[in-house]
């Protein structure tokens, strides 16, 4: 069983977040099946380095959809976004520094843990928001055969 599992639980309704999500889940168990091995340093490094990128890449991607759809919990959302960066980019930085040799596997859980509350909780209800701004954004259907020329 994976260390970091996607179950249907997870799933905010909207493919390409879940799509996102799946991919997060999977680097954290790329890092935890990495320092479980015994991975050298650089292995874990480019694993660390490549979750990294994908937190910065995945929350540049709500973000636009915050502004977009004028999400009302952009800030808040925003900040939890930016705390989480920078607590990633401390690990990595430490790590890098060789001031840890491995990753303790409280990091693990803490990655993990972080990102399935935020998942069930912020993220559920923006994509709530999400999915009612696509559905206004979508023209009424108009009734069937109206307008239509035979």
Same mark, same amino acid.
């Given at each position: 069983?994976? *260390?970091?599992?996607?179950?249907?639980?997870?799933?905010? &309704?909207?493919? =390409?977040?879940?799509?996102?999500?799946?991919?997060?889940?999977?680097?954290? @168990?790329?890092?935890?099946?990495?320092?479980?091995?015994?991975?050298?340093? @650089?292995?874990?490094?480019?694993?660390?380095? &490549?979750?990294?990128?994908?937190?910065?890449? !995945? *929350?540049?991607?709500? =973000?636009?959809?915050?502004?977009?759809?004028?999400?009302?919990?952009?800030?808040?959302?925003?900040?939890?976004?930016?705390?989480?960066? $920078?607590?990633? !980019?401390? $690990? %990595?930085?430490?790590?890098?520094?060789?001031?840890?040799?491995?990753?303790? !596997?409280?990091?693990?859980?803490?990655?993990?843990?972080?990102?399935?509350?935020? $998942?069930? &909780?912020?993220?559920?209800?923006?994509?709530?928001?999400?999915?009612?701004?696509?559905?206004? %954004?979508?023209?009424?259907?108009?009734?069937?055969?109206? &307008?239509?020329?035979?």
């Amino acid at each position: 069983m994976p *260390f970091a599992e996607w179950t249907k639980e997870f799933s905010v &309704g909207v493919e =390409e977040i879940d799509d996102d999500h799946k991919r997060l889940l999977a680097l954290v @168990n790329d890092l935890h099946d990495a320092v479980e091995a015994g991975a050298a340093w @650089n292995v874990l490094d480019n694993v660390l380095d &490549g979750l990294t990128l994908y937190v910065t890449y !995945h *929350f540049a991607h709500e =973000e636009t959809l915050f502004t977009r759809t004028d999400y009302p919990g952009y800030e808040r959302h925003r900040r939890q976004h930016q705390a989480l960066t $920078i607590t990633v !980019h401390e $690990i %990595q930085q430490d790590f890098q520094d060789h001031a840890l040799e491995t990753l303790p !596997h409280q990091v693990l859980e803490f990655l993990k843990n972080w990102l399935y509350e935020h $998942i069930l &909780g912020s993220d559920r209800a923006f994509a709530v928001y999400y999915k009612s701004w696509l559905a206004r %954004q979508r023209p009424e259907a108009s009734p069937a055969g109206a &307008g239509a020329s035979q």
